[in-house]
């Protein structure tokens, strides 16, 4: 790639990132989009409540999506990672581990997290197929099925109220993880959802499908579905080498117009949200790409 210069770098080139990059193609933008690979409904088969393409796999959508953002003159596609991204003049000098290196006015991160899998057998494999992160994105194919929630302390609570809409009968496995206060065990009581503390020794499945779980302790419990709260990570470090901050949920602070604290870097998507769908990475992405479009006329 001979141009080394850019309006905007976009970091990410999954849904946020894509979305980002049209908006700013479509304002006959000069962007480059980097892009390693790992988006991060990579696990799941199916995408669900994005209109249009309810029940279209993810990676199919970014295909065609790519195949839309490409259309645009300005925008330009390299499959790298990203390294390094210092402020460099009026904008920024990003490194990729290509050796490559690119200058750009602003910068989008549409990094999305990485969540971090507990070392239970059986867990990575059903990840995004039977054990699943959002009743939303997900709720609608497992209903009616035996369903376990991974989960503790408030975490718990919100999910306990919130999935017997969706499951035939829940049960909370903690993994011998955290407390509850003698009103949330009475809730469970109340409503029927049993509370199982032994550590778990593996998830029983069929290619992804799950079937049981097994603990340390007692005997196994018959589920086909599992949702989980498990810890996550930004699943690049840049932004916070440049300096932006991060909330306490550990997601990229950012303004009502997707900028994060750290004047000429915005974001939008995973990294920023516990709202976690294809529809908002989307919505977040173009609204950002609009933005950019306007900062960069000062």
Not at 171 to 197: A, C, M, W
Not at 199 to 212: C, Q, Y
Not at 218 to 227: C, N, T
Request: hydrophobic share 40%; charged share 20%.
């Amino acid at each position: 790639m001979e141009q080394k210069n850019f309006d905007v770098i976009v970091i990410g080139g999954s849904f946020a990132g894509l979305a980002a990059s049209l908006a700013l193609g479509r304002a006959r933008r000069t962007v480059l989009v980097i892009d390693s690979g790992q988006a991060c409904n990579r696990y799941t088969p199916h995408a669900h409540n994005l209109l249009g393409f309810d029940g279209v796999p993810p990676a199919e959508i970014r295909q065609k999506a790519k195949s839309d953002v490409s259309k645009y003159p300005g925008i330009s596609f390299l499959s790298d990672t990203a390294v390094s991204a210092v402020p460099a003049g009026a904008g920024f000098k990003v490194e990729t581990a290509g050796g490559a290196s690119y200058h750009a006015r602003k910068l989008f991160f549409g990094t999305g997290v990485r969540d971090l899998f507990p070392a239970i057998e059986g867990f990575e494999d059903c990840w995004g197929r039977s054990i699943v992160h959002c009743p939303y994105c997900h709720g609608y194919e497992l209903a009616d099925k035996p369903t376990a929630l991974f989960a503790a302390g408030d975490d718990a609570m919100h999910f306990a109220k919130l999935l017997p809409q969706w499951a035939g009968s829940l049960t909370l496995v903690t993994n011998d993880r955290g407390t509850f206060s003698l009103s949330q065990l009475e809730y469970f009581k109340e409503h029927n959802i049993p509370v199982i503390t032994s550590p778990i020794s593996g998830f029983v499945h069929s290619k992804g499908m799950l079937s049981a779980i097994r603990f340390e302790e007692g005997p196994a419990l018959e589920v086909e579905a599992m949702y989980a709260r498990i810890p996550f990570k930004q699943h690049c470090e840049l932004p916070e080498q440049l300096g932006c901050l991060l909330n306490s949920d550990g997601l990229l602070m950012t303004n009502e117009m997707q900028e994060t604290t750290v004047e000429g870097v915005y974001a939008g998507g995973d990294n920023t949200t516990q709202m976690r769908s294809l529809a908002n990475a989307i919505a977040l992405g173009t609204k950002a790409g609009a933005i950019i479009n306007g900062a960069l006329l000062n």
